[in-house]
């Protein structure tokens, strides 16, 4: 598939983490009319040539990944997809900058926030204040695995949309793995959202007590 933008590795080093050593890929894309955005992949064994990956392409979120947020799942996520690679011994967690709010903004997320305060749910509120429910594009998830040189993927996530968008790119999507985290009565609305309208595959307990 021909890229419609530039996407360059810019340099790897090792990242001790407490899951373990991973070894950080950096990578920058620039696409005329947007501004330019910086991804990473840390990566655990060997992926060249390999087949059947564990592979986590994870959407920036600055709230739940850096301040914990409990509105969302985000967090918890992402540093299960690390144990997840690590327990595997072989995979890669892409960190896809750019999909903050699923691609609206920091600040219009907020703003979305806000709308959720008033009663609004999560796809309710971004068509609120005018932005897309869902504005999230997978081009440079694939060319991280194309550059990797990983011939197709486990994919861990429980949204089909993601792996229906990494297929039409071009990427093998072997099997995809449930990667659901434990609700709690903060961040229950929003996942019941994701599963009753925009199709994640969710299995949420009726209890939503705090835990």
Same mark, same amino acid.
């Given at each position: ?5 530039? *996407? ?5 080093? +090792? ?7 991973? /070894?950080?890929? $950096?990578f920058?894309?620039?696409?005329? %009319? ?6 990473? $992949? ?9 087949s ?10 600055? +709230?739940?990944? /850096? *301040?914990?947020? #409990? #509105? ?15 327990? $595997? %011994?072989? %995979? ?6 750019g999909?903050?709010?699923r691609?609206?903004?920091? /600040?219009?997320?907020?703003? @979305?926030?806000? =709308? =959720?305060?008033?009663?609004?749910? +999560? ?20 060319e991280i ?8 993927i =486990? ?5 089909? #949309?993601? @792996?229906?968008?990494?297929? $039409? ?23 019941? +959202? ?14 939503t007590?705090?835990?």
């Open positions: 598939m021909k890229k419609m933008f530039s *996407f360059d590795h810019i340099s790897h080093a +090792t990242l001790p983490t407490h899951h373990g050593d991973f /070894v950080a890929y $950096a920058r894309e620039s696409d005329p %009319g947007r501004e330019c955005l910086e991804h990473l $992949a840390l990566v655990r064994g060997d992926v060249q040539n390999a059947d990956v564990l592979v986590r392409v994870h959407s920036e979120c600055l +709230t739940g990944d /850096v *301040f914990g947020s #409990r #509105r969302c799942d985000c967090g918890e996520q992402l540093d299960l997809a690390l144990q997840r690679v690590a327990e $595997a %011994g072989r %995979g890669v967690v892409i960190y896809v900058r999909h903050e709010g691609a609206i903004g920091l /600040v219009n997320k907020i703003a @979305a926030y806000a =709308q =959720q305060d008033e009663g609004l749910d +999560t796809v309710e509120a971004n068509i609120a204040i005018g932005q897309p429910v869902d504005a999230r594009r997978y081009d440079a998830a694939a695995l194309r550059h990797l040189g990983i011939k197709s =486990q994919l861990l996530s429980n949204n089909p #949309r993601k @792996a229906t968008e990494l297929k $039409a790119l071009g990427i093998t999507v072997s099997e995809q793995l449930p990667h659901e985290t434990a609700s709690h009565a903060l961040n229950h609305h929003y996942l019941s +959202t994701k599963r009753d309208r925009m199709g994640h595959l969710l299995e949420l307990p009726s209890d007590r705090e835990r």
